[in-house]
C-alpha cells in the first residue's frame, strides 16, 4: 500500500475522533473532523481502482475479500453497541437493515458511523457487478461511472433528500484521482508544490466548513470531496515524484484506522458510563474532570485512539488471519467460484478444497 494513502487515512481518523471528542473548540456550527469521512470516500475510490487494475481477480474473489475486510469487526461492534444499550434506535428491522450493510430505510445503522460503511458496501457491490458483467477495464470503468451518479440521483437526490451529500460521486473523484495519478499527470511537479496543494486542501475544508457549511450542510462532495480530492491526488504525486519517509506511527495509525472507526465511540460510551459511578460527573456525554472540560476531552480522544489502536491488533488481525487465511485465500476463493461456475461438478471439487487445508 502507498505511503502517502496510508498516512492520509492516519489523519482522516484523527479528524474523525477529533470531532466526536474535542469537537468545535466552542464554535458555533463549525464541525472541522468530519470532512476525514470525505477523505476516506476519495481514498477508496482510488484503492478500488488501483486494485481492479492491478490483480486479476474474479468477482466472488473480489467481493469476499471487500466483505471480509469490513464486516467481521463492524458486526462484532455493533453487537457490542447493541448489548451495552447505547444502540440508535435499536428496532427489530432497523438491526436487520444494520447488519445487511444496506441503505434502505433509516439514515444510519445502530452503530452510529456505521452509516459510511453502507455506502461503502454499496461501492463494493458496483464493482462486484461491474468485474462480473464486463471483460474490459474501459468497460467497468463506464459502468462505475454511471452507477454512481444513477446511485446519487436516485438516493441522495429522491430517497433521502433532506440530506443531499452525494457521497457516491466521492468514489467517482478517488478513481479519477487513480487515474490521474497512474498516467503521471502531476509527477513532474515540484514535491514543495505538492505539500503546498496539499496544505490548500486542507485549509480549504477548513474555510468551507466554517463560512458556507454553518450551520447547514449540503452537497458535500463539493464543498469537502473536491478539497478532499485534491489532498490524496497531490499526495500520491508526491509520492511518484520523490521517497517519502516511512513514519512508523503514521504507518500503525493508517493500519488501524478502520478499527478506530468502528470502535472509538464504544470507547466513549464505556468510559461515559464508567465516570458516571462516580460523583461530581453530571455534566452530559463529556463529563468534567475537576472542572477542567477541555482536559477531559483531550483525555477522551487519546483514549479513543488507544482503544482503537488495541481492538486493531488483539481483534482484527488475528480476525483476519482465521477468516483469510494468506496462504489459501487466493486459492479458496478461486475454487469457490470454479464450484460456482459449474455446479454439476461441485464434489469433485470441494474435495481438494478441504483437503488442501491440513
Not at 468551507?208 to 497531490?234: C, E, H
Not at 464504544?266 to 459511578?277: E, G, H, P, R, S
Not at 472542572?291 to 488475528?318: A, C, D, M, N, R
Amino acid at each position: 500500500m502507498l505511503l502517502s494513502i496510508q498516512y492520509l487515512r492516519a489523519i482522516a481518523i484523527l479528524m474523525v475522533t477529533f470531532v466526536h471528542t474535542i469537537g468545535s473548540f466552542g464554535l458555533q456550527g463549525v464541525e472541522f473532523g468530519v470532512q476525514g469521512v470525505d477523505i476516506f470516500f476519495v481514498i477508496s475510490g482510488f484503492i478500488m481502482m488501483h486494485i481492479m487494475h492491478q490483480r486479476s481477480q474474479n468477482y466472488l474473489e473480489f467481493f469476499l475479500a471487500r466483505f471480509l475486510r469490513i464486516a467481521p469487526l463492524y458486526y462484532l461492534a455493533t453487537i457490542l453497541i447493541l448489548l451495552s444499550g447505547t444502540a440508535y434506535k435499536p428496532t427489530f428491522w432497523h438491526i436487520v437493515q444494520s447488519f445487511s450493510l444496506l441503505k434502505i430505510h433509516w439514515h444510519q445503522p445502530v452503530l452510529i458511523v456505521g452509516w459510511t460503511l453502507e455506502y461503502e458496501f454499496c461501492f463494493y457491490l458496483l464493482c462486484s457487478i461491474s468485474i462480473l458483467l464486463l471483460k474490459s477495464q474501459k468497460s467497468r470503468v463506464i459502468f462505475l461511472f454511471s452507477a454512481l451518479i444513477g446511485l446519487f440521483v436516485v438516493i441522495d437526490l429522491l430517497i433521502f433528500n433532506d440530506k443531499i451529500y452525494g457521497h457516491f460521486l466521492e468514489f467517482l473523484l478517488g478513481m479519477v484521482c487513480f487515474f490521474l495519478s497512474k498516467r503521471k499527470f502531476f509527477s513532474h511537479i515540484n514535491p514543495w508544490a505538492c505539500i503546498g496543494w496539499i496544505f490548500s486542501g486542507f485549509c480549504a475544508l477548513i474555510f468551507v466548513d466554517i463560512y458556507f457549511y454553518n450551520p447547514l450542510t449540503f452537497l458535500r462532495f463539493i464543498g469537502y470531496g473536491i478539497p478532499s480530492f485534491v489532498i490524496v491526488l497531490f499526495a500520491v504525486s508526491l509520492e511518484n515524484s520523490t521517497s517519502i519517509k516511512e513514519i512508523k506511527f503514521l504507518k500503525i495509525l493508517g493500519d488501524a484506522s478502520y478499527a478506530i472507526y468502528t470502535f472509538h465511540l464504544i470507547a466513549l460510551y464505556l468510559f461515559y458510563d464508567f465516570t458516571m459511578q462516580f460523583d461530581g460527573f453530571k455534566y452530559g456525554p463529556l463529563p468534567y474532570i475537576h472542572g477542567q472540560y477541555l482536559l477531559q476531552k483531550v483525555f477522551l480522544f487519546f483514549v479513543s485512539i488507544g482503544f482503537g489502536i488495541t481492538v486493531h491488533f488483539f481483534v482484527e488481525k488475528p480476525l483476519r488471519r482465521v477468516l483469510i487465511p494468506k496462504d489459501y485465500a487466493r486459492v479458496c476463493f478461486k475454487k469457490i467460484y470454479s464450484i460456482q461456475q459449474n455446479s454439476t461438478e461441485w464434489v469433485s471439487k470441494l474435495k481438494p478444497l478441504t483437503s488442501s487445508w491440513h
